[in-house]
């Protein structure tokens, strides 16, 4: 099985990377960039690279397409006479729907919409996944994708943007909560480097917990939180300047914009 991925970008170069790291065979990826000179690094893993959309799709089996939103209509009027009913067209193109896609390519074929998140690149992508005419054996096909490559959710289209804001976004508000670990942590006498070891584990370890156990948030804070203690201290004192409420809020305007972008 060949994969084409047109659009080399940040996200379509992680997938390769992440593919290939996983064992998938380098010279069955054919990655695709106007500027084909920036996937040297891919070439030199054994990636199949160049800036010829129509030849690599014409050699695939799956399509991946990974530009920029503003660039979707113009791709896929590219692609659409090459493209076939045997073929699986992936897109991972942020806030684009399966109907618009299916509007340019003018064609009922097999489509799936995918949200990866950054993490893909060290292969822990929280990716959400919708399809389009697809059979069960396509869809464990594109699991088995995505599946090394971090975990794998398969979800109607209606929840695709929300996913855009809660696992893709979401790397960004966990980066900040992060940053802010880190900024404390200075502020109390550690060193930079030292603050950002123990922040980054802390949180790692968090999630490590929650995903292991199975358990709500609140369980597992309720393990660390002892009465007129220090934890419960610090936790109130976040929640009186407004910590989980903004943090919904900024949820939901990254979701309303969303919205309104793809109406």
Do not use: W
């Amino acid at each position: 099985m060949k994969i084409a991925i047109i659009g080399g970008g940040n996200l379509g170069s992680s997938i390769a990377k992440g593919l290939v790291n996983s064992g998938f065979l380098a010279q069955n990826l054919l990655v695709t960039r106007r500027r084909a000179d920036l996937l040297q690094s891919l070439s030199e893993l054994g990636i199949q690279t160049g800036s010829d959309n129509a030849l690599a799709v014409l050699q695939a089996q799956i399509v991946i397409v990974a530009v920029k939103p503003y660039k979707t209509k113009d791709i896929f009027k590219e692609l659409r006479e090459y493209l076939t009913e045997n073929q699986i067209i992936v897109s991972v193109i942020s806030g684009i729907s399966i109907e618009q896609i299916l509007k340019y390519l003018k064609k009922d074929l097999t489509v799936y919409r995918v949200v990866p998140n950054t993490a893909i690149a060290i292969k822990e992508s929280m990716t959400c996944v919708a399809s389009y005419n697809a059979t069960p054996e396509q869809d464990q096909q594109i699991k088995q994708i995505f599946d090394v490559l971090g975990q794998t959710l398969f979800m109607s289209e209606e929840l695709m943007d929300a996913s855009t804001v809660l696992a893709a976004c979401g790397i960004a508000y966990v980066m900040r909560f992060v940053r802010a670990m880190v900024q404390g942590g200075i502020e109390i006498g550690f060193s930079s480097q030292m603050a950002s070891l123990i922040a980054n584990q802390t949180v790692k370890g968090a999630a490590e917990l929650l995903i292991k156990n199975g358990l709500h948030p609140e369980q597992e804070i309720d393990k660390v939180t002892t009465p007129k203690g220090y934890t419960i201290a610090g936790l109130n004192e976040m929640e009186h300047n407004g910590f989980s409420s903004s943090l919904i809020k900024g949820i939901l305007t990254s979701f309303n914009k969303i919205e309104l972008n793809t109406k």
